[in-house]
C-alpha cells in the first residue's frame, strides 16, 4: 500500500519562519482547506494545533466541524450561503453582497471585500450597505478581508492592491462610528504576500502552501528555507530483468537501452498523482527512472528497493507538468494513509 509520511520537524520548522515574520504564533491563520493540501485534515490540524496554532481555515462547514475542539476560530472559506448557521467558533466568509441577507441572526462572519482580484467579495461602495446589514441583523463581524491577485510575482499590482485594502480599512473605521459597530479584524497576506510585505502590520496572515514547505517566488524577495513536509512513498509489488531492447508499460514507450532492473510499485493515477505519459525525463526522490506511462495503480521505476520515495519535493513534478506544487499536493487520494514521523 502506497503511504505518505508527513515531516514533523519540517512543518515546526516552516510555522516557526512563519511565526517570526508575522510577529507571533497567534497572527497565523492555518489554512486546511481541501484536506490540508492533500496532506489529510485529521492528521494534520492536530499537529497543526499542538505547535501553538490557534486559528484556521476551511473551505466547507463540514470541514470546519470535523477540526472544531481543535482551534479557537475557523474561517469558512467558500460555504454557499444557505449553509451559513450560528456557531461559536466558526466564522462563515461572506463572498458577496447577497450572501448577508441570508445569514442567520447572531451568525458570525467574515467579510471578503474586493480590492481587484475581481474573483468575489464586496465592493467598496457596498461596504457601507453592508454594515448596514450587519447592524440590523446583528451579525457578528469578526474581520475583514482581501485576497491579492499576484502576491508571488515581480510588479506593481501587489502594491495598489494594498492601497485599495488601505481604503477599505478608513472607510470601515468610519462607517463602523454610525452604525456602532466593532472594531474588526483585518487580514490581506496569504503565504507569498506576508513572506514579501516587509513590516508585517494586520491582524492575521492567511498560510497555506508556506507551511506545507513552498513557496514559487522569484528570490529577488529572499530566501526562506521551507522544507516540504508530505513525502509520497510506493511498495514494491514486482521485479524483473529488462533486456536491452524490451518496451515497459502501455505503449511501450519506455525502451530499455541496457539490461536493467525494473519493479513495478503501487502507486498509479488512481492515487491522484498525474498521468505520466513516459515522454522527457521524470524521476522520484533518488533519481531512479519512472520507465514509460504510469498506469491507473502502478508505475514502474529502475529500482528494486521494497519502499520507494516517489517524490518528497513536489517542485519537479510541478514543473515537470507545467504546473504548480499545490496541483500536484491537492490532488493526492483522500484514502491513502498518512502519519508523522
Ligand atoms: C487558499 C487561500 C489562501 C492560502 O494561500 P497560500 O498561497 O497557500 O498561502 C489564503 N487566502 C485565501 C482566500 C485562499 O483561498
Redesign the pocket.
Known amino acids: 500500500m502506497s503511504k505518505i509520511k508527513l515531516h514533523s520537524q519540517h512543518l515546526r520548522s516552516n510555522l516557526d519562519i512563519l511565526a517570526k515574520k508575522a510577529g507571533g504564533k497567534e497572527k497565523i491563520v492555518a489554512?486546511l482547506?481541501d484536506n490540508a493540501y492533500g496532506h489529510g485534515l485529521e492528521v494534520f490540524a492536530p499537529k497543526v494545533a499542538s505547535f501553538g496554532i490557534t486559528h484556521a481555515i476551511t473551505r466547507d462547514a463540514k470541514e470546519a466541524l470535523s477540526i472544531e475542539n481543535l482551534f479557537q476560530d475557523i474561517i469558512v472559506?467558500s460555504e454557499h450561503k444557505e449553509m451559513f448557521f450560528k456557531h461559536p467558533k466558526i466564522i462563515f466568509a461572506v463572498n458577496e453582497f447577497e450572501a448577508l441577507k441570508d445569514a442567520p441572526s447572531g451568525a458570525r462572519i467574515a467579510l471578503k471585500t474586493d480590492t481587484g482580484m475581481h474573483r468575489n467579495g464586496i465592493k467598496l461602495d457596498e461596504l457601507e450597505d453592508a454594515c448596514a446589514i450587519i447592524s440590523q441583523k446583528n451579525l457578528s463581524l469578526h474581520s475583514i478581508f482581501t485576497?491579492f491577485r499576484s502576491a508571488d510575482e515581480i510588479s506593481g499590482e501587489f502594491f495598489w492592491q494594498r492601497n485599495n485594502f488601505d481604503e477599505v480599512k478608513k472607510r470601515y473605521a468610519n462607517i463602523s462610528k454610525r452604525y456602532s459597530l466593532p472594531k474588526v479584524y483585518y487580514h490581506s497576506c496569504?503565504?507569498?504576500a506576508l513572506l514579501r510585505c516587509g513590516k508585517f502590520d494586520e491582524d492575521f496572515a492567511?498560510?497555506?502552501?508556506?507551511m506545507y514547505g513552498y513557496c514559487d517566488m522569484s528570490e529577488a524577495f529572499g530566501r526562506f528555507d521551507l522544507k516540504p513536509v508530505l513525502e509520497l512513498f510506493a511498495k514494491r509489488v514486482s521485479t524483473r530483468e529488462l533486456k536491452h531492447g524490451d518496451c515497459v508499460g502501455y505503449g511501450g514507450v519506455y525502451e530499455a537501452s541496457k539490461d536493467m532492473l525494473s519493479s513495478l510499485y503501487d502507486v498509479g493515477y488512481s492515487d491522484g498523482i498525474l498521468r505520466y505519459n513516459g515522454r522527457g525525463d521524470l524521476k522520484t526522490t533518488n533519481g531512479s527512472l519512472i520507465l514509460g506511462r504510469i498506469s491507473m495503480d502502478s508505475m514502474s521505476i529502475e529500482s528494486a528497493e521494497e519502499e520507494i520515495s516517489v517524490f518528497h519535493d513536489v517542485s519537479a513534478w510541478a514543473k515537470y507538468f507545467n504546473t504548480i506544487s499545490?496541483d500536484i499536493l491537492v490532488k493526492l487520494n483522500a484514502k491513502i494513509p498518512r502519519e508523522f514521523v
Open positions: 489554512v482547506k472559506l485576497h496569504n503565504s507569498a492567511r498560510v497555506g502552501i508556506a499545490y
